[in-house]
């Protein structure tokens, strides 16, 4: 009996606890409108635009969350949340501190060209450090729009400790085979993570790591190491079109200082060294481009090796992206040369030598990537096969480049126009 009366004061007293915490719960919650003009504002207060929200409302049980629904800036090509989910430290809000243990978005976009008026966080923020106001942060189908338009779906979760440092952060390209996904793992209290990345059927994994000077500005260095990467399964994970198929390898370092994380985003460099073996350029027959003198290059090159050096450099206004020292080789030609790649237009030249004897061919792409002009020179070609004539092999070589110099300098037409032959000597063929 005394059992019994024990146990059903234990349950009141945990009632009377239970209606106190819902009492004070509601005394401290504000009500809907309050709670959507509160974080309007401070929305705005953090990002530098004004900010519209569709709806808000919050909830006690099963556990205490704030939602926010149909969230979008008010710019050009608006950054939109379809819904957020806040879920507070109920122990912290009681007394009156805002921290968050999960925060979940479901949907949203966010067009790459709106950043930039976003990125206006004030140096200083690192001097709330000790502080962790969010434990795990949490998003699916989240659009990432490029400056083109380009549109890549993420999901993922990051797993914060204080001063906002990942302890560690998935994200991965859902629904796509074969795996596509980033993995960081923070070694131990460092600002350093171990990255792991699978990609194109391989992975390229390494480490990053941040630093943060004495003024605040945030620098950001680390190495990848790319290994069995199928480059067209890669660059299609992501939405893009491949030019070339093929397994890469090589070693990548990548860099970036800014005075905020979007900076550094906005500021990141990456210098790749890499190899490829058999491998096919894709919709462009170099042989064909030589042979017609750039009138038709339609088909498919098979080679034999790949390698050269890739750099990229992201900018306010998109990336740029530079091809150095490119050698490719296959049983039909070898070539050599240099690509730049910027707001989709292409900029490249390469030397082509054909195995029947012609020899340092210039060959120039130019224009928009989905309608590249290609100049072959008429006077190289010319020269080299005159060159075969009065002296096979080296004659060829100094021929074609002979032919090349003197049609860059003597003749600003044809030779000078990208996608436009220059008009064949008179018993002569390609």
Do not use: C
Not at 126 to 144: I, K, N, Q, S, Y
Not at 342 to 363: H, K, T
């Amino acid at each position: 009996m005394a059992r019994r009366q024990t146990w059903m004061v234990a349950a009141g007293g945990l009632a009377a606890l239970l209606g106190a915490l819902w009492l004070a719960l509601v005394w401290f919650i504000p009500g809907d409108e309050d709670l959507a003009a509160h974080a309007a504002g401070e929305l705005q207060g953090r990002l530098g635009v004004p900010v519209r929200l569709g709806a808000l409302h919050w909830r006690l049980l099963p556990v205490p969350a704030v939602v926010l629904e149909d969230v979008a800036t008010d710019q050009p090509q608006p950054i939109t949340v379809k819904k957020l989910t806040a879920y507070p430290d109920l122990l912290a809000l009681l007394q009156r501190r805002v921290i968050l243990d999960r925060v979940e978005l479901d949907g949203a976009v966010v067009p790459q060209l709106s950043l930039r008026a976003l990125d206006a966080t004030p140096r200083g923020a690192a001097a709330e450090a000790g502080a962790m106001p969010l434990a795990r942060f949490v998003f699916r189908d989240l659009t990432w729009l490029s400056r083109h338009g380009v549109a890549v779906v993420y999901d993922g979760e990051i797993d914060f400790d204080p001063g906002w440092r990942p302890r560690q952060a998935v994200v991965r390209r859902p629904g796509f085979t074969p795996a596509t996904d980033l993995t960081l793992t923070r070694q131990g209290q460092e600002d350093r993570w171990a990255a792991h990345i699978n990609v194109g059927g391989g992975t390229a994994n390494g480490e990053v790591q941040l630093q943060t000077r004495a003024d605040g500005r945030l620098v950001l260095d680390g190495q990848l190491r790319p290994s069995g990467v199928d480059v067209a399964s890669a660059v299609a994970a992501f939405n893009r079109k491949p030019v070339i198929a093929g397994k890469a390898t090589g070693n990548t370092v990548l860099s970036a200082q800014a005075d905020t994380l979007v900076g550094l985003a906005q500021s990141l460099h990456t210098k790749t060294v890499f190899t490829m073996g058999a491998s096919t350029l894709l919709r462009f027959d170099l042989d064909k481009a030589v042979r017609s003198f750039g009138k038709d290059h339609a088909g498919q090159t098979p080679l034999d090796a790949v390698s050269g050096q890739l750099a990229t450099q992201n900018t306010p206004r998109g990336m740029v992206t530079n091809f150095t020292g490119i050698k490719a080789r296959s049983g039909a030609l070898t070539a050599s040369g240099q690509a730049r790649l910027s707001n989709r237009q292409i900029e490249a030249e390469f030397a082509v030598d054909l195995v029947d004897g012609i020899v340092g061919v210039p060959l120039v792409l130019s224009g928009p990537v989905d309608k590249v002009a290609v100049s072959v020179s008429g006077g190289a070609v010319a020269g080299a096969v005159l060159g075969t004539a009065v002296l096979p092999g080296i004659g060829t070589a100094i021929g074609a480049r002979l032919g090349a110099t003197l049609g860059r300098l003597f003749d600003s037409g044809p030779d000078r126009q990208p996608g436009k032959a220059a008009p064949a000597t008179p018993g002569t063929a390609p």
